[in-house]
C-alpha cells in the first residue's frame, strides 16, 4: 500500500527553552489527571510511559471542577504551584471549567502565570489508516498563548453593552513570531504562514503583522507569507497543504488548531506542548468531553502525543521515538478508538472499536516495533539554541516620543439622539478641548451621522486639542471630565489618544 501519510512533521521537535536532562535520572514531572475523560487518557498514558521505560517521576496535584468548587476561582490550589514551578514539566489532562461567572479557565491562568508563551500543535493526517478528506495536511499551528482577547478583561459598561478588551503587545507577538521561526528552522520547514485580521484591527492586528514582517527578513532560507484570517482559515480547510508553520494571535489559533485537527480525522488526535522559558506544558488539545466520560472510550491519542513532546523535551528523544512509532502500527494495524471507528477509519472485521485501555494495551504490545507505512519516527534531543533564539527573548526599544493630543470619553445614556447628546456635550466643551465626533459601536453619528446607524446607548466622544499646539495636559482631561460630570453625563471610562514618534495611536472613527 502506498503511504500517503505527510512525513516530517512526525518528527518535529519543540524548541526546548530549557537545557535537556541527564538520560540516566528520573525527571519530576508534574501530572493532573484532570476531568471528564482526562482521568482516563492519563492513565492510558502513563500506562504506555511506563511500559516504555519512560524515566519519569511523576508527582500528582489535584486541578480542575473539583478545586473550583471547593472555592478556588482558577480550579488550581496555591500549594500547587509549588510542584509545577519546582518540576517545570507539567503533563496534564483536560478539565472542565464551570461556566458562568466567577470562573477562571485554569489553562489560561496556568498559561500566563507560568509565562507558557508559545502554544504547538502539530496536526497530521494518518492517510490512509485514518480516514481524512485531507490526507496531505501536515502543519504546526504556532498559537500565541498569553494575550489577546484572553486577558479576560471584561466589564459591563452599560444596559446594552459589555466589552472584551483585546491586547496585544510587542514583546509577545516578537516572542511568538520568533519562535516560530526557530521552531520552522530548527524542524526543516519551509514556510511560515502569519494570519490576522489587520485590515479591520490595524492597530492590534497590524502590530501582529508588523512585528512578523520585521522579524521575518532574520530567516531568509524560510519562505514567509501573511494572510488575512478569514480567506485563511478558508484555505486551511479546504487546501491545507498549502500550510507549514503557521503563526497566528490566540483566539485565531484556538478556532484553526481545532478545525485542523478535525480534518485529520479526529480532534482527539492532535497533541500539543505550551513552551515557556522556565516551564512547559504538555496536554492534548481537546477538552474534557463531557459527553462521553466515565465510559472508558475516549482516545488517548492527543495526551499521548502531548506526553511524546515532553519526553523529547526532557531529552528522552529515544523512548518518544519507540512509544510514537509503537502508536504509528497501532493505527496501521486498524486498532481504533470509537471516535475514529465513527469516521469509517476502522478496517472491516473488527468488530468492536477499542476502550481507552485497550487501544494504550495495544500500543504496549508494538513497543520495539517500527510502523512499514509510516515513515518511522527518530527524535533528537532539543537541538541547541540558534544564534537568534539565543539572544534574549525581548529587548526593550528606547521609549518613543509620546504626546497626548485628545481623548475619547465613553458615555452611557439611553434618552437622546446623537445630535442632542453633541449639544448637551458640547455644552462642555473647554477652551483645551473641543467635541471632534461621536461614534456608536465604532461607528460615526456625529456630525453627519445617517438615520439608518442603529445606535445602543454607548456612546464615544472623541475630544481634541482646540487649540493650535494639538497637544492637551492631563489636567485638561480633569477639567473636561469635572465638565461633563457637572453637566449630568454619565461618563463609564475615557482612553487618552496619543502620538508616538508623531504618528497617531489611535484608530479613526469608521466613516470620519
Ligand atoms: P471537547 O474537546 O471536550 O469535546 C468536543 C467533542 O470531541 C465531543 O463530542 C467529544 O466527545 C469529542 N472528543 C474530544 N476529545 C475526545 C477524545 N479524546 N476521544 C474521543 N472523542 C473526543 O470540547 P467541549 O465539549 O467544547 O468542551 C468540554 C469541556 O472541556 C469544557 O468545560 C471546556 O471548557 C473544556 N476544555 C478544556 C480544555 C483543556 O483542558 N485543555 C480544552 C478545551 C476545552
Redesign the pocket.
Known sequence: MKNDAPKDLITDTVNATDASRQADTLVPITVAH?D??GPE?MAATLKVLAAAGARIAPETIEIGEKLYHAGHSSGIAPESWESLRRTQVFLKA????PSGGGYKSL?VTIRKTLGLYANVRPCVSYAPFVTTKHPKLNLVIVRENEEDLYGGIEHRQTDEVVQCLKLITRPGCEKIVRYAFEYARTNGRKKVTCMSKDNIMKLTDGLFHQVFDEIRVEYPEIAAEHMIIDIGAARLATRPELFDVIVTANLYGDIISDIAAEMTG???LAGSANIGEHVAMF??I???????AGQGI??PS?LLLGAVMMLVHIGQPEVAANIHNAWLCTLEDGVF?A?LQRTGSAKAGLPLPFGSMDFADAIVERLGRLPEKFKPVHYQAPTPRTEQAARPLYVRAPAAQKALVGVDVFVHQSALSADDLAVQIQASNTAALQLQMITNRGVKVWPGGFPETFCTDHWRCRFTAGTDRGEVAQRDIVHLLSALTEAGVDVIKTENLCTFDGVKGFALGQGQ
Open positions: 484532570g471528564g475523560i487518557i483536560p478539565i472542565t471549567t489553562n479526529s480532534v482527539g496536554e492534548a481537546h477538552g474534557s468531553a463531557p459527553d462521553i475516549a482516545n492527543g478508538t471516535d
